[in-house]
């Protein structure tokens, strides 16, 4: 009867030991690698205040905006609120945005702007992108600059200060078997905004983790 219970024992401890090694294990790996978000003390709430654009260039700069308090709203470590009742408040400054033509050359005959006179004003639709008139390329560049700072509404003081440069490429010419004539202007609207939205993700990330961590 002894024997039996010893070798049960033994059986146990081979199961119950990997287990409990592999628990060790993760707790440790846990411990060493986990990093935590951090609050400044005494900040709770926040306010993103409205861009502030001084580039020469129009971009939907209020994705920017958006993007932020989404990133911060997605943390959780501070609740978002107007700024009369909020303890910092996060500024955000484009102090430059350029989009110019990139890629190559297209193949796509280069057609003039029609003839513009008293009596005919010509169709929208009829004109070039200004954007890009004169320069016909299948890729665009966009770049932004972007000043951040997070004041303490109570003490004055600047709690986070920092540059971001960011910049991508995006799809600005497409054949007009592709994309007709008369909707290019919209598809160039459309990529551009897609680009910016995307840059301005990446900007929210990066500021929150800088800014909490």
Known sequence: MSSIVIKGARVLARLVLPLVFASL????VYRFSNTALRTPPGIRTIAVEAVYDTSREVVPHELLWSAVQREIARSGRLLLSPQ??????????????????SGTPSREPLAKDPVVTDEFKGRPED?????????????????????????????????????????????SLRPVT???TDSAYLHYEEALYARVRDL????????????LL
């Open 25 to 28: 294990l993760a707790s440790c």
């Open 84 to 101: 009369s009742e909020a303890d910092a408040l996060l500024t955000l400054w484009l102090t430059s945005a350029k989009v110019a033509p």
């Open 127 to 171: 004109f070039r992108n200004l954007r890009r008139a004169g320069s016909w390329t299948t890729d665009e560049s966009v770049s932004l600059v972007v000043e951040v700072e997070v004041h303490d509404l109570k003490s004055r003081k600047i709690l986070f200060k920092q540059s971001y440069s960011l910049g991508g490429t995006f799809k």
């Open 178 to 180: 592709v994309t007709p």
């Open 200 to 211: 301005s993700e990446q900007l929210a990330q990066r500021v929150v983790s800088d800014f």
